[in-house]
Antibody
Framework: EVQLVESGGDLVPPGRSLRLSCAASGFTFDDYAMHWVRQAPGKGLEWVSGISWNSGHIAYADSVKGRFTVSRDNAKNSVFLQMNSLTADDVAFYFC????????????????WGHGTLVAVSS | SELTQDPAVSVALGQTVRIACQGDSLRTYYASWYQQKPGQAPLLIIDNRNNRPSGIPDRFSGSSSGTTASLTITGALAEDEADYYCFSRDSRGLHLDVVFGGGTKLTVL
């Protein structure tokens, strides 16, 4: 059974940093690209970042470029999102999602999702 | 690129409803579709090849024509009331464009 479990969400003041983690199990982790998708309360889904199977390709939404960094550790079946300079616009549930493809530039879908972790930013 | 969806659609119980998603990238790339119920993670219901993942009922189907992708629910059930999102990625340029539609809230009457 595929499982994705996010952790690391918290309430932080504006300008601070957080590191989200996603622990994967039930599939061959290093065969697939992974993504982070967020959803602000009451709003739609927003793709945040993706990383290919071997970290060779990484991409970010314009809204987080330069502030967020995605990485993965295939030995630990985990993907991470380092979030710096957080603002109120970053408040959201952050979901980890598995791609059906190995690369970012290949067509694919997000076939499994975690339950999300909440990031709140407030002074 | 952007993907545009109607914010809300309603359907009578047992009837057929089509949810549309419009965007230039859909001329080249298929959309995938996700269902999200309150308090839950999104669920893939139609993949980028217009196939249903295992466990998804066959009343859900996907199609595409030109710059529009469509999700059709044939014989809607009360349990289909949810938000539906289309998704596509455009890798034609140097910049990878990955985007969700704004979502369509489906009400089953």
């Amino acid at each position: 059974e595929v499982q994705l479990v996010e952790s690391g969400g918290d309430l932080v003041p504006p300008g601070r940093s957080l590191r989200l983690s996603c622990a994967a199990s039930g599939f061959t982790f290093d065969d697939y690209a992974m993504h982070w998708v967020r959803q602000a309360p009451g709003k739609g889904l927003e793709w945040v970042s993706g990383i290919s199977w071997n970290s060779g390709h990484i991409a970010y939404a314009d809204s987080v470029k330069g502030r967020f960094t995605v990485s993965r550790d295939n030995a630990k079946n985990s993907v991470f999102l380092q979030m710096n300079s957080l603002t109120a616009d970053d408040v959201a549930f952050y979901f980890c999602a598995k791609d059906t493809s190995a690369g970012l530039y290949h067509s694919g879908s997000f076939d499994f999702w975690g339950h999300g972790t909440l990031v709140a930013v407030s002074s | 690129s952007e993907l545009t969806q109607d914010p809300a659609v309603s359907v009578a119980l047992g009837q057929t409803v089509r949810i549309a998603c419009q965007g230039d990238s859909l001329r080249t790339y298929y959309a995938s579709w996700y269902q999200q119920k309150p308090g839950q993670a999104p669920l893939l219901i139609i993949d980028n090849r217009n196939n249903r993942p295992s466990g998804i009922p066959d009343r859900f189907s996907g199609s595409s024509s030109g710059t529009t992708a469509s999700l059709t629910i044939t014989g809607a059930l009360a349990e289909d009331e949810a938000d539906y999102y289309c998704f596509s990625r455009d890798s034609r340029g140097l910049h990878l464009d990955v985007v969700f539609g704004g979502g369509t809230k489906l009400t089953v009457l």
